[in-house]
């Protein structure tokens, strides 16, 4: 009997199909990063609801998932862009901030939410030296 236990639990244990709208996403099941990217099988799941998240610095999404006995359960889940805050202070407060050669003008010191990516960010006003910096942001 005391074999019988530990091949028991292994035998209700079910798999988890998880997939994405990007591919390359890392999976956490219920709070546990599984090391797994999209798309990929998490193998060992007792049956039952688990929360599924897929992401990475830049977009994530999440859901939540039945798993039934004898069964693979699948989701596909889709992952939304997430943005960065970015808030740039300048002194004095009248310079005029453009982010990527202007395609974005920026009030000093008021937030704004935009995508990860790199930027570059220049603040200049008359009468003053130019300063021009290049980040990247995360979500």
Request: some cysteine; proline content about 6%; glycine content about 10%.
């Amino acid at each position: 009997m005391l074999y019988l236990l530990p091949l028991l639990s292994f035998a209700l244990a079910e798999d988890l199909s998880v997939s994405s709208n990007i591919k390359g996403l890392s999976i956490v099941v219920d709070g546990t990063d599984t090391g797994l990217r999209t798309p990929a099988v998490v193998t060992g799941h007792k049956p039952g609801r688990v929360t599924v998240v897929v992401g990475d610095a830049c977009r994530a999404g999440d859901a939540m998932v039945e798993v039934e006995s004898g069964r693979t359960a699948s989701v596909n889940i889709r992952a939304e862009e997430q943005l960065a805050t970015l808030t740039v202070a300048v002194k004095p407060a009248q310079a005029v901030v453009d982010v990527n050669n202007g395609t974005v003008r920026l009030s000093p010191n008021v937030p704004v939410g935009l995508p990860c990516g790199t930027y570059e960010i220049k603040a200049s006003l008359k009468g003053y030296s130019p300063a021009a910096y290049t980040l990247e942001l995360i979500g």
